[in-house]
C-alpha cells in the first residue's frame, strides 16, 4: 500500500494593521493599539489566546508581506519573516486590539516596540487556541513570568469568582508589577528573579513547594526551558494526571 500523501498545513492569514498608540505600562512592558478595517470580525472566544504578530523589516517601518512554502513564512530574500506571538487584547472599540510586549535586553519585538509610532505597519493572523476552563474545578494555581502577566491578567477576569486562585508571577524588577484584575478569593506573590539566576528558577521554586490538590487545575508559562523543567516536575515527580495542568512555552532564551 502507497504511503498516504503528507497532509499540507494551511498558512495562517494576515490582517494588516497600523499601531493607533504606544504606552509604557511599567519601565518592562510597553502595549501597543493596532488598528484596521481588516480587524472586522476578530474575536477571541477563550481567555490566554494567542495571535502572530508580522513586524516590520528590522530597523524599517517596511512591512513585506511574506509566502508561505509549507513549513515556514519566508521573504523574498529567502530570510524568515519575524513573526512573535502574543496575547491579544481587544478594545471596547471597533476594529481595534492591542498586545503588551515585554523589553528585553534583546529580541526583535523588543527592539521594534521601543521605536514604534503612530500609523507605522504590522499584521496578525489568529486567534490561536486559549484556555479552557475546567468547570468542576475547586481552585486553581496560575503562574508565569512576565511574559504571561497580560493572560494571566485575561484569566483572573474569566475564572469563576467562588474558587480559589493562587497566582505566582516572576518578574526580573519589582518595578516590573502592575495591578492585575480583581478576582475575589486569589493571593499573588510577586517573585523578583535573583541576579544572574536562569529564568524560570524563581518560579519553579515556588511551584514546587506549593500544595497541589486533586480538583486543582495548573496554568504556568514562560521561559521554554523552564517550562520543560516544570512540566517534568508536574507530570513525572509529582505524578500530576495531563489534563490538570497546561504549560506552554512562550520564549526561549538564546544563549
Known sequence: MADSPRTRREPPQFRRVLVRGVESLTPYLVRVTFGGEELNGFTVAQPAASLRLLLPT????RLVMPTWDGNLF??????????RTFTPRLSDLANELSVDVVIHDAGAASNWVQHAQVDDPAAISGPGRGYMIDPAATGFVIAGDETAIPAIG???????HDRQVRVIIEVRHLEARISLSDHPSTSVDWLELPSGAAPGASLFEALSTVEIESDTRIWVAGEAGAMQRIR????????????AATVRGYWKLRS
Do not use: K, M, V
Open 58 to 61: 528590522p530597523g524599517t517601518t
Open 74 to 83: 519566508l521573504l523574498p530574500d529567502g530570510e524568515r519573516a519575524t513573526i
Open 154 to 160: 485575561q484569566l483572573l477576569t474569566a475564572l469563576p
Open 232 to 243: 517534568r516536575h508536574l507530570f513525572e515527580e509529582r505524578f500530576l494526571p495531563r489534563a
